[in-house]
């Protein structure tokens, strides 16, 4: 028991993982996100996102996609890593969409790339994959969920921080293509705070073979990325 007033001390190890994840979610973590819009280029070029409120809603509907079609992959890559390459497989056939297949794995192995070179072999090996050829697409969301887990993670959070790094990298994406300006992007982020949370809740249980395709217009307008006349995302 914690006696009043005093504070309850914590471990060194929950502190590193602390540092850790601040580690991972900042932007200077090259993981490869950045070059991607998750859709929102091709929407704004096709007047369907022209502000602030339009973002919102925009960014609502492809978090729900995210948790519904993404976090499952995540959860499961982490809850067994073992099952990495037959997750990835799946995941391919899930992404029909093209441009989407191809993002998720430049993505995927953006981060493994990252992951070994920053926090070194150690730390992978319990994967059982020793060279990125050895899985078939290494799509984003199972390497995402076995890389955290192989970092000591808990699953929880690691589905945490992929929702968040989707939000933020649709932020900073709507304030590159300058649908907003910085501040009102953030004031944005803020107030999809309660629909991160509602994400993770509703998606946590989902298993791999539950994931679903909940935002058809936004996968539409992400087909349309190669077709742009010019364009800055390469999704």
């Not at 809603?57 to 067994?80: I, K, M, N, T, Y």
């Not at 073992?82 to 953006?110: I, M, P, T, W």
């Amino acid at each position: 028991m914690v006696l009043p007033g005093r504070r309850r001390e914590r471990s060194p190890a929950a502190h590193q993982a602390d540092w850790l994840l601040w580690q991972i979610a900042d932007s200077a973590f090259p993981a490869g996100g950045f070059a991607h819009s998750s859709g929102l280029e091709a929407a704004w070029q096709q007047g369907e996102v022209r502000g602030g409120v339009e973002l919102a809603g925009f960014s609502l509907e492809s978090l729900r996609q995210c948790g519904a079609g993404s976090v499952p992959f995540v959860l499961a890559a982490h809850r067994d890593p073992g099952r990495l390459s037959e997750l990835d497989r799946q995941c391919d056939c899930f992404l029909a969409n093209h441009v989407a297949n191809r993002a998720s794995r430049l993505q995927g192995r953006a981060w493994w790339s990252s992951a070994r070179r920053i926090f070194g072999q150690a730390p992978l090996a319990g994967l059982g994959q020793a060279e990125p050829s050895l899985l078939p697409c290494y799509h984003l969301a199972p390497v995402f969920g076995a890389v955290l887990r192989s970092l000591g993670t808990e699953s929880e959070t690691a589905s945490r921080l992929f929702v968040f790094l989707h939000l933020r990298n649709l932020i900073a994406s709507a304030v590159r293509l300058g649908i907003v300006g910085p501040l009102e992007a953030q004031a944005v982020q803020h107030r999809l705070g309660p629909a991160l949370e509602e994400v993770v809740t509703r998606c946590r249980r989902l298993a791999a073979e539950e994931v679903a395709q909940t935002a058809p217009l936004i996968d539409l307008w992400q087909g349309t990325q190669d077709r742009l006349y010019s364009r800055l995302f390469q999704s």
